[in-house]
């Protein structure tokens, strides 16, 4: 089983990038964290960073590759959460199940925020646990392997 971790823009200066709201806990750190309960469940990670739109849209469309290469997909857009039509469309057009994680609430933030255009193409949102919120949408995917 593998699954693809993305973040979306500015979440490669997480650590540097407006603690109070995102911790100090680097992307890099989030990662490694990810990796490691992965690998006592022989699940495979995948971790990608872009702070482009399009990019991301075309790594969602990845998971539609020959052989179904992701399990589940686990999506930070950042900003783009709020704003992105494109990604929403991508995530339609996969049949893989796409976690919504924020490492902040975005509900108890600026209004602004509190809208998310991803969520419902989505299998669920976990905000407001920082870097926890990644940890927990990998145990889900975890549990759904086994639990069958
Ligand atoms: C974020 C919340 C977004 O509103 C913001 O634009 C981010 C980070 C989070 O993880 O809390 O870049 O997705």
Redesign the pocket.
């Known amino acids: 089983m593998k699954i693809l971790v993305i973040h ?4 490669n200066m997480l650590g540097k ?1 407006e603690p109070e ?2 911790g100090s806990v680097s992307m890099e750190a989030i990662n490694q964290s990810l990796t490691e309960l992965a690998q006592q469940f022989d699940v495979e990670i995948e971790a990608f960073q872009s702070n482009i739109e399009g990019e991301i849209v075309t790594k969602i469309q990845a998971a539609l590759e020959q052989g179904k290469p992701y399990h589940g997909i686990i999506l ?7 704003t992105s039509i494109a990604l929403r469309d991508a995530i339609t057009c996969i049949n893989v199940p796409v976690i919504e ?6 509900h108890a ?2 209004e602004f ?1 509190h809208k998310s255009l991803i969520a419902p193409v989505c299998k669920g949102q976990i ?2 646990f920082g870097a926890e ?1 990644y940890l927990l949408a990998l145990k889900y995917f975890i549990n759904q392997v086994i639990s069958k």
């Open positions: 979306g823009p500015n979440l990038r709201h995102y930070n857009a950042g900003a783009y959460t709020h994680v924020h490492l902040s609430n975005i933030r600026e925020r905000a407001g919120s």
